[in-house]
């Protein structure tokens, strides 16, 4: 029997400065760390929507004393309030993990009641074909990186809503901030377009999922 996947989330929290030139450190706001939500379905706790059930609070497998948000990918979305106005830049921070391959985006959306693929701006994906994580680069996909199942990562996207575009830094060295050494590239280019470009706010961190046979996940944030 095929078992359900998911997105695993530990921590989110949207940088309240633009990223230093140097080391990807700053301060901080948090939007979400779970540790106070009630175990099971996340929708309508601390501001999150989530279109059925199967989003819940849980407990980090790696850490059972740890709360985490537990997404199930058989075709749902969520998503909670992160707004970067236009013409501004800041820096999207979360901790993710996930326990086999899937099919599942996460980043920043345009409009205020996200539900679509198209509805990205900022977006990684992971699919149940490999362990690349990819980002959407001006429309397609482009791999970051490999990863590894049941590993924590911490993920810093610096997203500038003014040029349109997304630079990435990713390790999973528990509680150490990035540095230079953890910037991802792509063929030497380590600013990433938008999906499609905008003119307006974004409103959202959403999380879309896509199905797709032989996934088990589950991915965790």
Known sequence: MTMPQKLILGTLAVCIFAISTGDAQAIFIQVDDFENLTPGPIDGQNEWYASDIS??????PAAPDNQVLAVLTASTFLFHSAVIIEGQ???????FRYEDQLNISFGMSEPSFPDQFGNYEPELSLTSTNDDLRINDGGTYSVLTSLEPEHWYNCWLHIDNDADITSVWLHDRPLESATTGDKLEIDGRYEIPFRQGTLNNLQNFFIKTGGGDGVSGPLIL
Do not use: P, Q
């Open 55 to 60: 989003s819940e609070i849980t407990y980090d």
């Open 89 to 95: 830049a800041r820096t999207l921070f979360m901790r």
